[in-house]
């Protein structure tokens, strides 16, 4: 057998650990006739002697069994979850939609584009009951020039909320309107 083989036996043997008969004679065999090998048992005998001598230097702590009792509860003590937690979850959740629908319009446009200067979010229309609700930082985007709306059901705390959300031609939302 190869040294790169017999390592973790070598090693096991220096340290101690017993090994089956025939792996203990294939070891003896090749320690002999191995240099580098026999140098590895010494290194490894020498180090394991070493550690054993520090391991019986030490001095363990006692435990105190109550305390480490008790810090385990701790941590293993069911948390109360707060409504708000529930609330920032169906919010983060209603983000996540919207931006998934935002990565999914891609740069693919549904409106034709126009020519010409256009505000940076469309202007909402007359009709204050169809009326789009401009998110905030929508202005900061870049020119709107053309863009597609996708209706969606939002979760809420009564059910599910259907919503129009207008995303630009850069695939980012820029409005929304609540459908009745």
């Known amino acids: 057998m190869s040294c790169r083989q017999l390592t973790p036996n070598v090693i ?4 101690g650990i017993a090994l089956d008969r025939s792996r203990e004679a294939a070891v003896l065999e090749h320690i002999r006739s191995c240099v580098p090998c026999a140098a590895l048992v010494e290194r490894e005998r020498a180090m394991s002697a070493m550690l054993r001598r520090v391991a019986d230097e030490e001095r363990v702590p006692e435990q105190n069994d109550v305390r480490l009792g008790r ?5 293993d003590a069911p948390r109360p979850r707060a ?57 900061a985007l870049p020119r709107f020039e053309s863009g597609q709306v996708i209706r969606m059901e939002l979760p809420s705390a009564d059910g599910a909320i259907q919503a129009d959300v207008l995303f630009g031609q850069d695939g980012l939302a820029r409005a929304v309107r609540f459908v009745q």
């Open 83 to 139: 409504g708000r937690v529930k609330i920032a979850l169906e919010w983060s959740l209603a983000a996540s939609v919207l931006i998934v629908a935002g990565l999914a319009v891609g740069w693919k446009g549904g409106m034709p584009a126009t020519h010409g200067h256009l505000a940076a979010t469309p202007a909402p229309p007359a009709n204050a009951e169809s009326a789009f609700v401009v998110l905030p930082g929508a202005s």
């Open 12 to 15: 096991d043997f220096a340290r």
């Open 71 to 75: 810090l385990l509860a701790i941590f």
